[in-house]
């Protein structure tokens, strides 16, 4: 019973882990974006 129990935390915990890495290259590129976006719009003040 022990080793089913540490078998499916081990697949619930590796399951979100997969996803996460999917989503955080999907959330740098778009936080890279809106830096980029922060940046031109602090030029555009500044000038």
Not at 15 to 20: A, D, E, Q
Not at 21 to 34: L, R, S
Request: charged residues 30%; aromatic residues 10%; negative net charge.
């Amino acid at each position: 019973m022990d080793d089913s129990d540490s078998d499916y935390v081990t697949a619930s915990i590796t399951g979100p882990i997969v996803l996460s890495e999917i989503e955080f290259k999907m959330a740098k590129d778009g936080f890279d974006w809106m830096i980029e976006e922060a940046f031109l719009d602090n030029n555009k003040v500044v000038d």
